[in-house]
């Protein structure tokens, strides 16, 4: 092998799809290259085979999916002919690996040490104290404060994104000359992700690793990578320098998606002052587990939160895991009574009503959820799903119907759908229909709780407009739950910032853009990958 | 973690408790005098007039549930008027056979059903794995009297090789205590086995499905080392949770194991006291063994945190 | 606003969810090989009369213990006489174990049946309860898990002692020990279904509870219990054939497995054909029983794992 060789040439791979698939192959003749000290990202929409390309190079496909054809050179050495024993001497010593899933790619009842110290026990003839040395070594490269704390740590006593860090050490202990990062900053909240993103490209920079990174985010390869390769359903449709191709997208579909990137500046923010349509004074939620000897534990997911949203209005919740933004939207919807504070809407206070007091509210604030997949019952058509709130409230089924036909239009989707299940529509379509059934309530409150995270980008921007369509149409107000700053820039015309259980600023959302007052929103705001390169600003 | 255990041996009383009230409760569901019923068929006016005062039985039945529990707690289990003895005598000279019976057939069962689990699991979809699930699905299905008649037949009638029936204490020799309880205790550990595989077979494979299983193919690691150091121990606490839930399997078929093999033990005592209307005995056993499978399980719950760091105390 | 045309495309009229599954069941070998097995077991049961049965209760001293393939003859009135082969035998009191072994089926899967309706219905209501009226939940579990720290059969033999031996009282001291069983998974199916966001939704949607239950929860329990209850049933076929086996079952004039086992313990070594025959059958019943019960959890719902 030559030294100015690519670290990994990825030559014509096709990869076959078991039977009955809408498509014969995950991927289909994919060509491209990874030199030493560079960073490839691999960039699409979910099924665009990005994984299933990753997957291939470190042998790991599930067994149903076949390479059929075509080469992946790591070093020259042709992986899809190795013997199984090659394959194992290759992974974790010339090409190892990073997961999306930090929770769970560490193994729960195996220490933190051993299981970096495994990888060196697999491949090196290493006496335990020198094991025990690069072990430690490692984990202090990876900026982790402590190592030998960490070393004898499990994984559920560390963090998320410390727990990325331990996939990483493990990953570069042995200095592979290739590193696979398979969405590995997905899973983390933004400021985590911010720091996984440097301290990966600081371990290339400095080892002179390439790595091939694989991202469906624009702002991410933004961020960090020097090339791009574009993919979508199973092809290559663009490549190339990633200045280039963030700045001038050949093909439409790269374009697209670039284009969909929402942009971190504000759009266009409206003054409203329409009558309130809900007021949220002093929400807290406390939870106690009482226990039988010793102190009860008490959590607070949320304290003294005032929000109030009028009509036409947008207001947006953002912040991290943790923070308690979904509990807040969660009492608002009155789906779990809060401990503390009033809910007028605007004049009656809900936070306490009983069931029975409350059911006549119910239709004034409905939620569009997050999970397409999991928010309309998979046994019932979406017609039934729609048409069973304004049915409960009195409505004749014929007329329900009718309505139901008319959303269903202007959500965009055809009225005849109505007789279908939800598995016979995209993720996007069933969002939509959650949306229908949200309006056919004639709902005064729309809360939408992560309603676009589970999208991808193309699919969230259309969700977007359609729900400042509907806003416009129905004079909603509407309260929008994001961890996402991008989007909640989009769509907010205020927007609440909460950390751990509190809100630390609120405002209109382009002065809390310009001038954010608190130190928190701050780093939120800087976290947001690709800033700098202003994506999503096109 | 004192506190922990503390907590754990607090929560055992409710569910003792209830089973003292049903247990309780059973003699008072009979139709007729619970006194004459205490008595048996054979007994004295004078005999039941005794137990009446004895029992409490003109009181209002919280005091006499208070009575027999008061009783219960001093180790009175009553008196067996069909065997003629106190029923604590009766369990004690009766207890040996049924713990050997029991603790041989655990050995046997876990030592056969967790490889053969792993096993099938690490060969999914080959024909071993149909085969040990096949295995499976029949011990559900063949019962311990079938089996253990299958075995007299086969083992002592045909090849003579142990003896058809019988029990000979551990303290009479090792070799003729063994000879006697491997039949009984093979018998009774299909059904065990048969549990066991399934959970061990069905745990480990969904452990080699996760997330840190891929990590560990991706450093390199060969199979076994996956099976045994990933897998197993992460699978380890919902097949101890099988294993001591089994434990209820193992002590109801001990009831017709020993009747098959005719082994003196607290099983025939049971079949014994039903067909003679004895309640007291039929009683102390009932709260014996659930006392037992409830201290076992109380046991496990308290070693989880061997297997997973993640229960603490 | 405008949506692109994808979404308006006509997506083919695809079935249903469930139409496709009836398909799957059929072609799923260990519910075809149960199903086949259980359904012939169900028709000797039923036509036991016409399968060359005579009597299963007919005592007849003078054929006593005969061993299978023995010929009778028997003379009727007007001179002539036929003759009658005790394919399986006799028992000690001479009567037929072949006829016997052919009815017992009947008892048998009345029993597995009626004990898996029963304690599906009764553990239903109470697990739906349990998981939805927060106040009783604790009450209900903690009475089920004192039910659950008694061994099975020795609670069953505990119920059956109370009242005089009869089906009826064999029915119930099996239903007993299985209720614990159905109430927890129905009360956990309740718990992770009711924080499902399309519950929720309904919740939103002003759906009041007891439709709630019926619409939305309800449904999810159909699919583990249809394979708790196959398991249940054959669960049952077993502890009666103990019972009766240990003479604290079933009247013993009545034929049942168990009872003919029963009757053949003591001559075992010199006429193993009384357990034989019947053990068989009983086997394969439950045998079958059991894989259809696997056949099912495997298609209905691949993630239950074990039971």
């Known amino acids: 092998m030559s030294p100015e060789g690519p670290v990994l040439a990825v030559d014509g791979l096709s990869v076959r799809l078991p039977g009955g698939g809408d498509r014969a192959h995950a991927v289909e003749g994919v060509s491209f290259a990874v030199g030493p000290g560079e960073i490839v990202c691999v960039v699409g929409e979910s099924g665009s085979g990005k994984s299933v390309t990753a997957f291939s190079v470190m042998g790991l496909l599930p067994p149903a999916l076949k390479p059929v054809a075509g080469a992946i050179r790591l070093e020259g050495e042709n992986v899809l002919a190795a013997s199984p024993k090659r394959l194992r001497d290759l992974r974790g010593t010339r090409m190892a690996m990073v997961f999306q899933e930090p929770m769970t790619a560490l193994n729960p009842v195996l220490k933190i040490g051993d299981q970096i110290d495994e990888v060196l026990r697999i491949h090196t003839d290493l006496g335990p104290a020198d094991r025990r040395a690069k072990v430690l070594a490692i984990l202090g490269a990876m900026r982790l404060p402590d190592p030998e704390r960490i070393a004898g740590s499990y994984p559920h006593q560390i963090s998320g994104g410390q727990r990325q860090r331990i996939m990483i050490a493990a990953a570069m202990v042995l200095d592979p000359a290739l590193l696979i990062a398979d969405e590995p900053t997905t899973a983390l909240d933004v400021t985590t992700q911010a720091q996984i993103l440097r301290l990966i490209k600081e371990m290339q920079t400095r080892r002179g690793t390439g790595v091939l990174f694989i991202t469906h985010d624009f702002g991410v390869v933004a961020e960090i990578a020097d090339r791009v390769v574009v993919m979508q359903k199973g092809h290559i449709v663009e490549e190339g320098r990633a200045a280039d191709v963030l700045r001038r997208p050949q093909h439409s579909y790269t374009r697209m998606l670039i284009g969909a990137v929402p942009s971190l500046k504000p759009a266009v923010t409206r003054e409203i002052k329409a009558p309130v349509a809900l007021d949220a004074v002093g929400i807290g939620k406390t939870y106690r587990s009482a226990s039988l000897f010793g102190r009860a534990k008490i959590v607070r997911a949320a304290e003294s939160v005032d929000i109030r949203i009028r009509r036409g209005e947008t207001v947006g919740i953002v912040g991290e895991s943790g923070s308690g933004k979904t509990t807040v939207a969660r009492c608002i919807a009155r789906l779990m009574p809060p401990s503390e504070g009033a809910i007028l809407v605007p004049d009656i206070d809900i936070a306490k009503l009983t069931e029975r007091r409350l059911r006549p509210y119910r239709r004034k604030i409905q939620v569009v959820f997050q999970d397409p997949y999991r928010s309309l019952n998979p046994r019932r058509t979406v017609g039934a799903s729609i048409i069973e709130g304004p049915m409960n409230f ?3 089924h014929a007329d329900a119907t009718a309505r139901a036909r008319d959303l269903m239009g202007l959500v965009g989707l055809q009225p005849d759908a109505l007789a279908r299940y939800p598995h016979q529509f995209s993720g996007g379509q069933r969002q939509r229909v959650a949306i229908a059934r949200a309006l056919a309530m004639e ?32 004079d909603l107000a509407i309260l929008f739950i994001t961890h996402d700053l991008r989007v909640a820039a989009q769509i907010c015309d205020r927007i609440v910032v909460m950390e751990k259980g509190v809100v630390v600023e609120q405002g209109v959302t382009a002065q809390v853009y310009a001038a954010p007052a608190h130190p928190y929103t701050r780093a939120l705001i800087e976290a947001a990958p690709g800033r700098d390169f202003g994506v999503g600003e096109a | 973690m004192a506190a922990y255990i503390l907590r754990r041996l607090l929560a055992t009383i409710p569910v003792l408790l209830i089973v003292a009230v049903l247990v309780f409760l059973m003699l008072r569901l009979t139709p007729g005098d619970p006194a004459a019923v205490i008595a048996g068929d054979n007994a004295s006016t004078e005999q039941i007039d005794l137990i009446r005062s004895r029992l409490g039985l003109d009181q209002p039945i919280l005091v006499q549930f208070g009575i027999w529990a008061g009783h219960l707690l001093g180790g009175n289990f009553g008196e067996s008027f069909f065997f003629k003895k106190t029923v604590a005598e009766l369990i004690l000279g009766r207890i040996e056979p049924t713990l050997s019976l029991a603790f041989v057939t655990m050995v046997i069962a876990v030592s056969v059903a967790v490889p053969l689990g792993v096993l099938a699991a690490y060969k999914q979809g080959t024909w071993i794995d149909r085969m040990v699930m096949g295995f499976s699905v029949f011990g559900f299905s063949v019962p311990i009297f079938v089996v253990g008649y299958a075995l007299i037949y086969v083992f002592a009638i045909t090849l003579g090789w142990v003896p058809v029936q019988g029990y000979q204490s551990i303290s009479a020799g090792f070799g003729g205590f063994l000879q006697r309880l491997i039949l009984p205790a093979v018998s009774l550990s299909v059904i065990y086995i048969a549990l066991i595989a399934r959970m061990t077979r069905a745990s480990v494979t969904e452990v080699l499905g996760e997330d840190y299983v891929r990590t560990a193919r991706a450093k390199g690691q060969v199979e076994r080392i996956i099976l045994f150091r990933h897998a197993l121990k992460n699978a380890a606490v919902p097949i101890v949770t099988v294993i001591g839930l089994g434990i209820a399997l193992l002590l109801g078929g001990v009831v017709v194991t020993e009747s098959v093999f005719a082994i003196p033990g607290l099983g025939r005592l049971t079949v014994d006291a039903v067909l003679a209307r004895d309640y007291p005995t039929i009683q102390a056993v009932i709260l014996l063994f659930s006392v037992i499978y409830v201290a076992i399980n109380l046991g496990i719950d308290l070693a989880y945190s061997l297997f997973d760091p993640r229960i603490r105390y | 606003m405008s949506a692109e045309p994808a979404l308006l495309a006509p997506v083919s009229a695809l079935a249903a969810p469930d139409r496709g599954r009836l398909a799957k069941l059929a072609r799923n070998p260990s519910i075809l090989v149960g199903g086949t097995v259980l359904l012939a077991m169900l028709l000797i049961g039923i036509f036991a009369p016409f399968l060359g049965t005579i009597d299963p209760a007919a005592i007849n001293p003078s054929t006593r213990n005969k061993v299978p393939g023995f010929e009778r003859t028997i003379r009727a009135d007007d001179g002539t006489s036929t003759t009658f082969k005790h394919r399986m035998g006799t028992d000690s009191l001479g009567r037929d174990v072949y006829s016997r072994t052919l009815y017992g089926a009947r008892v048998s899967l009345l029993i597995g049946v009626s004990v898996a309706a029963v304690s599906i219905a009764v553990g239903l209501l109470l697990g739906m309860i349990a998981g939805y009226v927060r106040p009783l939940d604790g009450i209900i579990m903690r009475f089920m898990d004192g039910l659950m720290a008694i061994p099975a059969i020795l609670l069953a033999i505990a119920v059956v002692s109370l009242f ?14 299985e209720i614990p069983r159905v109430v927890r998974v129905v009360r956990s199916i309740v718990l992770s279904v009711r924080e499902e966001p399309y519950v929720e939704a309904a919740i939103m949607a002003g759906t009041r509870v007891p439709t709630l239950m019926v619409r939305h929860i309800l449904p999810n329990t159909v699919a583990p219990l249809i394979v708790q209850g196959t398991f249940i049933c054959a669960s049952a076929i077993l502890v009666e054939a103990i019972l009766s086996f240990l003479g604290i079952g079933i009247p013993p004039e009545v034929p049942t497995w168990g009872n003919i086992m029963a009757e053949g313990r003591n001559l075992f070594r010199i006429y193993p054909h009384n357990i034989l025959y019947p053990g068989i059958f009983l086997c394969v019943a439950v045998l079958a029983v059991n894989m259809l019960g696997d056949g099912l ?6 993630k239950m794992g074990a039971r």
């Open chain 1, 443 to 474: 709902p005064e409150i729309l809360i939408a709780d992560e309603a676009v995270s589970a999208l991808d980008v193309s699919v969230q921007r259309q969700v977007l407009a359609l729900l400042r369509d509907v806003q416009e149409r129905f």
């Open chain 3, 164 to 177: 005089r031996a009869g089906l009826g009282a064999v029915i119930v001291a099996i239903i007993v020990p």
């Open chain 3, 297 to 302: 959890r495997d298609t209905l719902d691949p």
């Open chain 1, 394 to 396: 009195g409505t004749n």
